[in-house]
């Protein structure tokens, strides 16, 4: 299946609690995804939710915008419990960017497990464009739409543009 490194790319996600804004905004300029998961942390990456890049940008320059202390330094929480010690990169004067709200904590996943065939199908009837790959919890990787065109026109021979997604 997928594993975390895609078309020799790394797997691009954010962390519930220890990145800074500076972080977020530095991957949202440096990738081009529609959306992240958002893991636990670098050392224990299970899965929390997902976010999309829209309401991120968007959460990010209102809290910008609207509070003071909010800078590169503050910290972007996807949890309603701020980490027990501050990150290293955070400044104890910079206000937190509360991120709950936009946060998916039911995004749609599959297994390390689960057929591909089961996955095609997934796509077509639910109009998929991405979804997450785990194993016991842990992410994996991502399946996005243009992966499962990959494999269909691969295994049928046929050009992804006549798979119809409804």
């Known amino acids: ?60 320059s209102n809290a910008r915008r609207m509070n003071d202390g909010v800078d590169s330094f503050s910290l972007c929480l996807f949890t309603n419990n701020p980490p027990p010690q501050q990150s290293r990169s955070a400044r104890p004067t910079s206000t937190p960017v509360k991120l709950k709200k936009i946060l998916d904590m039911a995004p749609i996943t599959v297994t390390d497990q689960t057929p591909m065939e089961t996955v095609v199908d997934m796509f077509r009837k639910l109009g998929l464009r991405q979804t997450l790959v785990t194993h016991n919890g842990r992410l994996l990787g991502i399946i996005t739409k243009k992966d499962v065109l990959r494999h269909v026109k691969q295994m049928d021979d046929e050009d992804p543009s006549s798979v119809l997604f409804n």
């Open 1 to 60: 299946m997928i594993l975390l490194f895609r078309h020799g790319e790394p797997l691009c996600y954010v962390t519930q609690d220890s990145q800074t804004v500076e972080d977020v905004e530095n991957l949202l300029k440096e990738t081009e995804h529609n959306g992240f998961p958002v893991v636990i942390s670098h050392e224990s990456p299970f899965l929390v939710g997902f976010v999309l890049r829209r309401d991120l940008n968007l959460a990010i």
